[in-house]
């Protein structure tokens, strides 16, 4: 089946700094890739989608220069939280859906990645 | 606005007993509905969609747009079946985006 891999699964980072958290479709392609954020015990919510070789559209009230993401190859996609604070401590999860399933059909999702600011 | 609710954060359930765990949605358009399912440490995963209308597990759902309603049903729950769901729409458009309900802790006892 088709498999979402993230890295780092869990990092830990000093206030003010960045991390980037990658995102790759390992074996498939992946026009678009979606990335999530997840409280503790809460839902999923989205925050931005990520294209291929295009600006990603972020959702309402999510910061672009905040969560800087790239997507330059159909395969990877990175998420850059810039200058994080303790408040940016979360659960970030990345789907993609298969090149061919484009517009509808399955998202595969990553194991995701927990981010601690201290 | 697009928005899916899902009304309980628990369903505890015996072993053999029914399961129902509901799902609400409101869209505008064209809706599309997934069930994900996330065991404990595992990373999300498709259950069902509506489209394909098929049984996967023991579970079903059926879209009634009449009711915005696509709940999700097990006739005999299994103790394996103790896992978090989650209740999707997909956005029509050419991102196909999904917006997840709050999920709902499913608790089969022995």
């Known amino acids: 089946g088709a498999v979402v891999s993230q890295h780092p699964s869990w990092v830990i980072c000093k206030s003010g700094t960045s991390v980037k958290i990658e995102c790759r479709s390992l074996d498939f392609q992946a026009t678009t890739m979606f990335w999530y954020r997840q409280f503790p015990k809460q839902s999923l919510m989205l925050m931005a989608t990520?294209?291929?070789?295009?600006?990603?559209?972020?959702e309402q009230g999510v910061e672009k220069d905040k969560f800087l993401i790239n997507h330059a190859s159909l395969t990877l996609s990175t998420l850059t939280v810039t200058s994080a604070h303790p408040e940016d401590s979360s659960f970030y999860i990345c789907?993609?859906?298969?090149?061919?399933?484009?517009?509808?059909?399955?998202?595969?999702f990553g194991e995701g990645s927990r981010l601690t600011v201290l | 606005a697009q928005r899916v609710t899902q009304p309980e954060k628990l369903l505890s359930v015996f072993k053999g007993a029914p399961v129902e765990l509901k799902c609400n949605y409101s869209y505008s358009g064209s809706p599309e509905l997934f069930w994900y399912v996330q065991y404990s440490r595992q990373r999300l995963q498709l259950l069902l969609r509506h489209i394909s209308r098929e049984s996967i597990k023991g579970f079903t759902a059926d879209l009634n747009k009449g009711e915005t309603s696509f709940h999700l049903k097990k006739p005999f729950a299994q103790e394996e079946d103790s896992a978090m769901y989650y209740c999707?729409?997909?956005?029509?458009?050419?991102?196909?985006?999904?917006?997840f309900g709050q999920g709902t802790t499913l608790q089969v006892k022995p």
């Open positions: 990520s294209n291929e070789g295009s600006k990603a559209t972020y």
């Open positions: 999707a729409l997909s956005l029509s458009g050419n991102t196909g985006k999904l917006i």
């Open positions: 789907s993609a859906r298969m090149f061919r399933d484009r517009h509808t059909g399955e998202l595969f």
